[in-house]
Nanobody, 112 residues
Framework: QVQLVESGGGLVHPGGSLRLSCAASGFTFSRYYMSWVRQAPGKDLEWVAGIYGDATATEYRESVQGRFTISRDNTKNMLYLQMDSLKSDDTAVYYC?????RGQGTQVTVSS
């Protein structure tokens, strides 16, 4: 079955950086479009970024464009999200997602 395990979250000051990782198993990773989604307290789940299976194309929500970078390593079944210039509005639980499947999430808190 699909397993997605996120890591790398934490507390960071505004303007700081974090790198999230997601270890995927239970499916042929390289064949699938993968996403990062997030849920802030009291808000709906929102899509953040996506990457095609062969990593030839990436997509971002407008609010993170230019600050976040999604990448993948298909040899290791790993998905990444490099987050720079973090803002308080980026505070949320971040999830790695394949279709409707998500991991347990990793908390990112941006606060001074």
């Amino acid at each position: 079955q699909v397993q997605l395990v996120e890591s790398g979250g934490g507390l960071v000051h505004p303007g700081g950086s974090l790198r999230l990782s997601c270890a995927a198993s239970g499916f042929t990773f390289s064949r699938y479009y993968m996403s990062w989604v997030r849920q802030a307290p009291g808000k709906d789940l929102e899509w953040v970024a996506g990457i095609y299976g062969d990593a030839t194309a990436t997509e971002y929500r407008e609010s993170v464009q230019g600050r976040f970078t999604i990448s993948r390593d298909n040899t290791k079944n790993m998905l990444y999200l490099q987050m720079d210039s973090l803002k308080s509005d980026d505070t949320a639980v971040y999830y790695c997602a394949k279709d409707r499947s998500r991991g347990q999430g990793t908390q990112v808190t941006v606060s001074s």
